[in-house]
């Protein structure tokens, strides 16, 4: 099944494998890749979304090239916890990608992730780095996505360290 729990993820197609994780606008894409060890996330690059076929093709293009075992997608839930138009969005980009991806021969494992700040928190990381204004407007996306994917492997890592 291509839509996961997050806790399926812990031995997900075994060691060695990264995760990408994606923080998905209305204009644009952040990506962020794990190491293969699952600890730590680094910011990628932004997609400037246009044709979603495009758009399907880079992130399995990627997928392919680091050898990713699965997406962690972020979910923009509401502050009080519940889901709006935003996260329906979210759930039909994630869709659509599990269906291009089916109709290319390429499995897909997708796991949504509580994005609440995320951008918040990559917003304030650039300012304490004292970026441009121009700077952080082209790495805002990359680096919420590292963010997103960062909390996903430190829940990895608590749930490993749980069952030791």
């Known amino acids: 099944m291509p839509l996961r729990n997050p806790t399926d993820l812990t031995g997900l197609q075994g060691p060695g494998r990264r995760l990408l ?10 990506l962020a890749l794990s190491d293969v060890s699952r600890v730590i ?32 997608i ?5 502050m009080d916890g519940s889901e709006g138009p935003r996260c329906q969005s979210v759930r ?4 659509n990608l599990l269906n ?22 990559a917003q304030r990381a650039m300012l304490e780095a004292d970026m441009s204004r121009k700077r952080r407007a082209e790495s805002v996306d990359k680096l919420a ?11 990895l890592s ?5 069952n030791v």
């Open 21 to 30: 994780g994606l923080d998905v606008g209305s204009k644009t894409v952040g």
């Open 41 to 72: 996330a680094t910011p990628a690059e932004t997609i400037r979304r246009g044709k979603f076929a495009d758009d399907a093709q880079k992130i399995l293009s990627m997928m392919r090239q680091f050898d990713v075992a699965a997406l962690v």
């Open 74 to 78: 972020g979910l923009p839930v509401n």
């Open 92 to 95: 039909q980009f994630a869709a």
């Open 100 to 121: 291009y991806a089916e109709r290319a021969g390429q499995e897909v494992d997708i796991v949504f992730w509580d994005e609440r700040l995320s951008t918040v928190v």
């Open 145 to 155: 996505a590292a963010v997103i994917l960062q909390g996903f492997l430190d829940h």
């Open 158 to 162: 608590y749930l490993t360290k749980r």
